[in-house]
């Protein structure tokens, strides 16, 4: 089991950029796949972006293709997320999740992943 913590939510204003971390300790960091997902008030979690353990393929939701980026710095147990071009519909708490044998085709499934951060609020202001 890996434990994971989020920071960098924040209340911004559409068009900002932030940057969320996640930091996993207790387990062996570089044999997990890695994801974000974020559930919005009333909504259900839905994916967002993920990256798999070796070889760092990413994949990521439509709607936030082409403004977030995940990536992994397995020297320092961490997690990012830059999301750029924020826009209000992206307010939600988000999570990082960690699993392991994650195979490609379910990398945008929550079930996938059985270690979960607390999350993280984002608020984007119009």
């Known amino acids: 089991q890996v434990q994971l913590v989020e920071s960098g939510g924040a209340l911004v204003q559409a068009g900002d950029s932030l940057r969320l971390s996640c930091v996993a300790s207790?387990?062996?960091?570089?044999?997990?796949?890695l994801a974000w997902f974020r559930q919005a008030p009333g909504k259900e979690r839905n994916f967002v972006a993920a990256i798999k353990r070796y070889g760092g393929a990413t994949s990521y939701a439509d709607s936030v293709k082409g403004r977030f980026a995940i990536s992994r710095d397995n020297a320092k147990n961490t997690v990012y997320l830059q999301m750029n071009s924020l826009r209000p519909e992206d307010t939600a708490v988000y999570y990082c999740?960690?699993?392991?044998?994650?195979?490609?085709?379910?990398?945008?499934?929550?079930?996938?992943?059985?270690?979960w951060g607390q999350g993280t609020q984002v608020t984007v202001s119009s």
């Open positions: 999740a960690a699993g392991m044998g994650v195979i490609t085709s379910s990398m945008q499934n929550g079930a996938a992943y059985d270690n």
């Open positions: 207790g387990g062996a960091f570089r044999s997990y796949s």
